[in-house]
């Protein structure tokens, strides 16, 4: 449909595709939106945040075309396609100057790769038919946004290639089976079926990027039946998983300028984070009012040896370097991490010189929980103590006085689970790279 300048009033509220024209009817630019009335009326309204470009482009606007679509994230794929079909005046420019990004599928491989390419990359790399390619998108940060919630619908590997060593999503569902590991398997029927449900992984993929997400829907609904039937109940919470996430990105607004903003933004959406984690431990019956400080303990080893432990320290939502701390871990010598997550926190709470946080993150599952509990009684400590348990981000509580369990799965956009998941990732990153370097140390010394 198609309005005036002056008929942006009478534009809907709903998600969708907005086209600028001229007086020549050329087409200058289209955008995404959603809620198209709001979305264009900011550039007529307030126009003195604009930038020079943008002033120039509105002076141009005589009418405007929209296109509704059933969600934002509809109108970010078809936005893309729109884009790169017509090739309006506007968009053109604006890619020269942010590089739009590209999603490349290498169908053709064995275990297609997912990468991210840029357009001169396009004219250097072989593309093959089979391949399948998106974009550009206008906002890069906002499509790797999108791409790592996609990975809670259907898992896919992100990382390089380690010759048969899974990558660290692996373990917590986002990359299963990891075509890293796969590459590494010896030939034979295991290998051919890990191949088969990774390709199968990527090709869903494709149908999401292409808008066949009712599509991909309506297959993991009979999927999930079928599975019941059969009695694989555990196979089947997997896939209602996928449908729920689904579900929830159809709703989830993305909005490219959280990325982009001032540091005073940033500190908002990090308070954001806090209250709403404050809201989930109250959920569980912790009754703190601040979180200035929380640390996070995650265990690293191969077999036992060289086994590390980190501590890393998130300071009002900000992950804090400074405070990061290191163990080599003493008294443990089987792969027992229970046991090493109890020596950590021990010697963590032996340091009474180092402040203590209002809250700790265990990387594990309730055997881990435990054991740092225990400890915290020997000291008289009452911390609390809070899990992430790995496949489908769990949060555990431990109520010490019942000596019982409590779990909650927040949605994937919940502001909580993204604070717990930052702090979890660093902690196993700055773990594993203590683990790797002492490995590496022992290997020379061996050699």
Excluded at 140 to 168: D, E, W, Y
Excluded at 322 to 340: A, G
Excluded at 350 to 369: A, C, M, N, Y
Aim: glycine share 4%; hydrophobic share 35%; with cysteine.
């Amino acid at each position: 449909m198609r309005y005036t300048k002056n008929q942006r009033k009478l534009l809907p509220t709903t998600p969708g595709i907005y086209q600028y024209f001229d007086a020549s009817d050329s087409l200058l630019y289209i955008g995404k939106a959603k809620n198209l009335r709001k979305r264009v009326s900011q550039y007529f309204l307030d126009t003195k945040h604009l930038g020079e470009k943008t002033h120039i482009l509105v002076s141009q606007i005589d009418s405007i075309s929209i296109i509704e679509t059933e969600s934002e994230f509809d109108a970010i794929l078809f936005e893309s396609e729109l884009i790169r079909t017509l090739q309006p005046k506007y968009n053109i420019l604006a890619k020269d100057d942010k590089s739009p990004l590209y999603v490349l599928l290498t169908l053709h491989e064995e275990l297609p790769h997912i990468l991210y390419i840029r357009k001169h990359d396009i004219q250097r790399l072989y593309i093959r038919k089979k391949d399948a390619l998106f974009g550009p998108y206008q906002s890069a940060h906002m499509i790797r946004s999108l791409m790592r919630t996609l990975r809670h619908i259907v898992p896919f590997c992100l990382q390089k290639r380690r010759n048969g060593k899974p990558c660290f999503s692996s373990h917590i569902g986002l990359c299963s089976p990891c075509a890293s590991e796969i590459q590494g398997m010896p030939g034979g029927k295991l290998k051919q079926e890990s191949v088969r449900v990774y390709r199968s992984h990527v090709i869903t993929l494709k149908h999401i990027l292409s808008g066949k997400s009712d599509v991909v829907r309506r297959s993991y609904a009979r999927e999930m039946n079928a599975l019941s039937k059969h009695l694989h109940y555990e196979e089947a919470l997997v896939i209602r998983k996928h449908i729920e996430s689904l579900d929830v990105l159809k709703r989830r607004r993305f909005d490219p300028s959280v990325y982009t903003q001032s540091e005073q933004k940033i500190d908002d959406i990090y308070q954001m984070e806090l209250s709403d984690t404050l809201e989930v431990l109250h959920r569980f019956g912790i009754t703190i009012h601040s979180l200035e400080r929380i640390e996070c303990i995650d265990i690293s080893n191969t077999q036992g040896t060289h086994a590390t432990g980190a501590l890393t320290v998130s300071i009002d939502g900000r992950m804090t370097v400074s405070e990061y701390r290191k163990f080599r871990i003493r008294t443990v010598q089987s792969p027992n991490d229970v046991l090493m997550v109890s020596e950590v926190m021990r010697r963590r709470l032996s340091h009474t010189e180092w402040r203590f946080p209002e809250l700790f993150v265990i990387d594990g599952g309730k055997g881990q929980i435990q054991a740092a509990c225990s400890v915290l009684d020997e000291y008289s400590c009452t911390i609390p103590i809070i899990g992430l348990a790995k496949r489908f981000e769990t949060i555990l509580y431990y109520h010490r006085r019942t000596q019982s369990f409590q779990s909650i799965n927040l949605s994937f956009d919940r502001p909580a689970l993204h604070l717990f998941q930052r702090i979890r990732d660093e902690a196993h990153r700055f773990s594993k790279s203590y683990h790797s370097l002492l490995r590496s140390k022992s290997m020379t010394r061996e050699s």
